[in-house]
Structure formats: C-alpha cells, structure tokens
C-alpha cells in the first residue's frame, strides 16, 4: 500500500507491540468547535488513530446517538501530531441540525467510524485546480494540501452565497498557489459562480493536469461541463444516502459510465466526465418525505422546549 | 429400561407453538414461540440414541446431539447445555437459525420412517433456558500469552473467538458497525432472532475474555498487515461475510424504490427504521413490494416488508419452490403469512415514472429445462410470456458478492471469484492469516460460518504451537496411563513447558 512511511508520521501514537491498540477507549469527544455562519459548523473529535490513517478525499460516518442515523461526511481535514480529525457540517436535515444545538466542546458523538472509501488518487500531478462549492470547500482542502505537499502547483477556486457564508480563506492560501473565490452576490472576489473561476484559471494555464471538484451535485456538475470541451480531466467526490459505508447495503449506487458503482467503496471519488448525475440528485431525494416529517417534529418539540 | 425403537417411541413429532399467522404477519415479535418443558421431554424420547450418531456426523460444528438428549431425559439441563457448549457456543442461535432439514434432522434415521426427531428445537430450548437462567460455559482459562485479532464479529468470528479464548489466547474482535453480532444484528429480523438473543450469547463471549471493539473498520482504519506487524497481534482470522448485494444488470435498478435485501433490512434490523421518527433512520416502504429471490434473507425481506404494513408481497423466483435455497420452515411461514409467491418467474425490466420512482415490473415467464452445473433444472424464458405488474417497491435479494475491502488494503491472495483464497485448514497466503465464512466460500449460512470459524481455530492454535491434549495424546478419559515426558495429558501442558 505505500502506506508505512506516513505511518510513521505520529510515532506517538504508534502501539507497540504487546500493547494493547488505542481504539479501546472509544469516547469520540470533540475537542472544538467554530461556528463559520448560523447553518455551517466544524467539529474537531479526537480519535488519534483515525487521524493517523485518514488520507485526503476519505469520509466518516457518525452517529450522533444510539437512535440517530449514520451520516456519512467527508474529512476536512486531520491533524496527525493532535490525533483529531476535523467535519464540517451543514445543518439542513433533522439531525444536523440537532447536531449544531447538541455538540458543544465536551460532549462525544455516539458513533465515528472510518476512514471509509478510497484515497485520492494523487500522484505525479503538475498542475491542478481544486475546486469547493459551498460545504464542499471543506473536503476540498485536504487534497489541495496534499497535491502542494507533492510539489504540484494547486490553483484554489472556491465559491460561497456571499461573505457571510465564507471560511478558511487564509487555510486554502496557505497551500494554494493561486487562489480565487468566486460569490454569488459578489460580496468578496469574483462575482458568479465556481465555473467563471474554472474558467479564468483554464484560460491562464494551458497545462492543466486535473480539476478536482467538489460540492452539491449541480454544482459538480456544472464544473465536469465547463472542463469537458477542454478534456482536462476532472474528479468529483460523491456523496449519495448511505446506510454501512462499507458495500454491504448498495444504498450508495451510483451511475458511472453506465455502470453501477458503490459510491462508499468504490469511491468517493469517481470521473465527473462520466457520471449520472441526474440520476445521483434523483436517488439524493428518495426520503424526502421521510426527511420532511422527521424535522416537521423535530421543529414541534424544540419549540415545545422553549 | 428396554431398548427404544422405532415403534415405541412417540409417533409424532411435537409440535412447536407459534403466533397465528394474521396476527404476527402484523408484528415483530418472534413468530415460534419455543418448546415448554413437556414439549421438549416428550421430543427428546424420540430420539434413538443411534451409536454412531449420524446428525452428529450431519452436523458442521459436531455438536454431541444424542449426548444432549440424554441430558434432557435425564432431566440434567444444565448439563445438556454443557453437552452442547463444547461444540457450539451459540445454541439459542442455531437452534433457530440453522438449515437442520439438511444436516442434523436431514440424516436422523427415525426421519427414514416418521418425522425426523426435532434436534433444532430442542437445541433452541436449551439454548433459551441457559439464557434465562445465566448459565455460561467458562472452562478454566489458562492465559498463554498469544494475541488473536479478529475481523468481524458475526457468526465466523465469534467461533473462532470462543475456541480461541478458551485455548488461553487474549482475543480481541473488531467490528465495523456500531453493535456486534454481523449478520446476526444487521440480516436476521427480531421476529426470527431477537436482539436479546443475540445479546445474551455475545455477552457469554466477553465473559470468555473476549473484547469487542465496535465502530472499527480493518483495512481502513488499519490493515491486517498492520494488525501483525504494528498492533502485535501472533494470528489473525479475517471473518468479514460476503457483504455486497447483488443485482441483475437490468433497467430501471436505479429507481427509487428499489433496493437490496441488505439495505432493507440492514434499515430495519440495526437500524430500527420500522420506529421512525424515534429512531432516525427512514425506510420508504412500498405497498406493493416484489422481492426477488427465494433465499432466506429473501423470506426476510418479505415478511419484514409485511410486518412494517406492506399491504401486498411477491416473491418472485425463477425456478421453483423445490429448488429454493430457503429453510423450508421460512417458506412455510412467508406462505401462512401472505406472500403471493410467483414461482418460475423472473424480472425483465423495472418500470419508473416520470418522478423516477418504481410503479411496476416486467417479468417473463419460465419453465425448467436441462439439469445445468448445479445440478438443478435450468430455467428457459417462454417467449412471449412478457407481463407487467404494478408494484412501488422491488427488493433484490439474489445473493452477495464478495466485499473488496480486505482485498484492496492488503496483499492477502484472492480467488477468481474475488473471495479470499485458503488452503484447506483456511490458512490465507499470508502467514498467521486465516479466514472464514462467506468470504471464503460466499453467502452461506449461519451454521457453516460458526463450522468455518472453529476449522480455523484449530489451525490458529497449530499455527502457534498450542497443543490440543485431546489430538495429541487421545482422549485422556479411555487412557489414564498415559503420559509423555512426565504430565498428563489433562494438564496444561504448554504452559508448564514453558514455565520451565
């Protein structure tokens, strides 16, 4: 796998034989938390050997109780010498948005389990542009960071609604070699969305090895569209309902060139040239029923409680 | 007491009570309800006490089944329980999970003349009854120091565990989802297993010393080459089940509502989504559910689907009832209870609407042809046979391939089918490793999980020079002089050697 010499990152860490490994004390405690706007968060839970095994474009799946469902989210980020590992979490359905009430510094989700999924696929790439929309600006870092660390020349294009929605702007300069975000409102850089941005740094370099994208399905795929006259290639990290995130339910099946793909094992990751993405939104919206009424009741006993 | 034949012993085979079919196709309580006392007492007299016990023979795990029933006659419970405990560490389990009409009961010689004696249902009986009353089989353990890793805590792994910690090893299970118990928790619905079942036995696993760590995923979280490597583990047994849910490679599979068996019930079973909104997680249940395949987790789906308000479930299956892979008890059950089975049927297409949901299903009709590789009668579409039926839901349960995971993370050889290749004491291409169970062999059952799991235990403890006193020396019963280097063989012989 290739996999040794990064494990001796955190030697810390690193059970000795005899000893017994560190995954016993399952607590899952989170160690911080900021809050980027009133819907988007970022947890940071300590779980040192996931930290150590994480690798850009990998995800989680958490249980915030006993009763919750199993939410799959894509690592932010992981800090290997802290043993944490960073989600960044939108709060839009039922659960999320008794995650952002609930999980204050302190308090431990019930369940965190990975990483799931194959690593990026990043090798000898020269130049690339990682692309975030939205929420998707997260799980995007890591890999921008990991191209940098490579030695490739990492062009950031990430897009918000506005200002007041943006985050991590000095993070992704950090590792950028370029950087640009785009706002629909134009309240900071560029105004229009992340396929202008897409756009502009194609028109600069001609040389453009990869796009990296990621974030809601319309917007991935508007960026696989915007690549595709110029056939640079372009990956897109999927994110479909999943029940185990380890193959075994097929709940994750995805369309990719007309074949069918577990998104959880056979991804995250996959071609944006050659996915269904019409029928990724479809099988996106098969609770929304469901989803409707479980935070039709959510909303009932919150204001129960107040 | 004069010997027992054929004639004397009762006649009929004891009946078990069950729910009425109406009222428990609407719940999720345990359809048999169990033996009582009498009913078991009155059952084990039907055994003949065979000398060479065939069903102990047709057994995978070799449990001692005529050693039990005497212990029941006799009236020594308990000490059945022990009986079976030394082969089988799950009977409450397999008493009602296990496919016995083609193992035990399958050879019974009073099945030659009436009804085979009911082994299952005693088996469970007395696996309920050690439940209720705390019994625990805890051998004295002598700790040796070897370290055993295992991948997944279903029915292959919690085998090997058991033999593996009462050799005197520190065992540790790993389990990717949150509770332990693999197919067990996730496949198997409440009203077939229920949770406190699967609870109980496990407990008497960890009492064993056994730890379970859940929310871990190996070859994820950390390979099994790390397991030996880094982790320090002297032997690994990699019992991950098949895992991933076929389907046909026809239209319309995409559609919502359509869906694996293992989704289903993986939804329902670990999942509670038959509770939502207490539990979180949703299922979006069709009226009319169609279900493909007539295999046990096929009767599942559909008596699961039944249970959460299905008002109409097809099973639809291209051959016939004779050749189904079910239990017969599960088909029997699924009939009393309302399916409408479709037999020499198969799907062609599945039929969306314009919101990209399931309204329907192709099917063509078949008849049986030429005996094919398996041996059953291959089934031939009758042309023209082309029909349309509605439904809102289709349910794929036609078995499982191998899960890629350990296959991708590490350098363990694989067959050509994708499932971990094994010599025949399922010793793996790498040193230490062994695996069993449906990634070995593909979806199987229960029973031969739990049998792959102890075959590999026995190669583990030869793999790290445990000696077996029973294999080396025979049985230290019939020969009580014999000693070699100065210990009896009921010593705990390799722990003194290495003591001294």
Known sequence: MGQNSELEHNEKNKPGSGTRPESGAQTFKIVAREDFSDTTFLLEILHPMLARAARPGQFVIVMPSEVGERIPLTLADFDREAGTITLVIQATGKTTKDMQQNLAVGSSFFSVVGPMGAPSDIRDQRKVICVGGGLGVAPVFPQARAFKEKGAYVIGVVGFRSQSMAFWQAKFENVCDEFLICTDDGSAGLKGLVTEGIKLAIAKHSDIDEVVAIGPPIMMQACAETTRPHAIKTTVSLNPIMVDGTGMCGGCRVKVGDRMKFACVDGPDFDGHAVDFNDLVNRLHRFADEEKAAMAKWSETCRARV | MAKKTIRTIPQERTPIPVQAPAKRARNFLEVSLGYRVEDALNESERCLM??????????????????????????????????????????????????????????????????????????????????????????????????????????????????????GCDVTIYEAFHKPGGVLRYGIPQFRLPDAVIDAEIDNLTKLGVRIECNTLVGRLFTIEQMIDELGYHTVFIGTGAGSPRFMDIPGEFLNGVLSANELLTRCNLMHAGEFPTYDTPLHLGRKVAVIGAGNTAMDAMRMSLRLGAEKVYCIYRRTKAESPARAEEIEHAEEEGVDFHWLTAPVEILGDENGNTRGMRCVRMELGEPDDSGRRRPVVIDGSEYDFDVDMVVFAIGTSANPIIGHTSKIALNERGFIGVDETLATSMAGVYAGGDIVTGGATVILAMGAGRKAARAMRDYLGIRDSAVVYGDADDHDDVALFGMRPTEKNFVRLQLT
Request: charged share 20%.
């Open chain 2, 50 to 167: 065979c000398p060479e016990a065939a069903c102990t023979l047709g057994c995978p795990v070799a449990i001692d089944i005529p050693g039990f029933i005497q212990k029941i006659i006799e009236k020594d419970y308990r000490g059945a329980y022990d009986v079976i405990g030394q082969s089988n560490l799950l009977p409450a389990i397999c008493g009602r999970v296990c496919p016995q009409e083609d193992q035990c009961e399958g050879v019974c010689p009073v099945g030659d003349t009436l009804e085979p004696v009911a082994i299952g249902r005693l088996e469970r009986w007395i696996g309920d009854l050690a439940i209720e009353k705390g019994w625990a089989t805890r051998p004295h353990i002598e700790p040796n120091g070897f370290r055993v890793g295992i991948v997944g805590s279903g029915p292959a792994g919690i085998a090997c565990a058991a033999d593996m910690a009462k050799a």
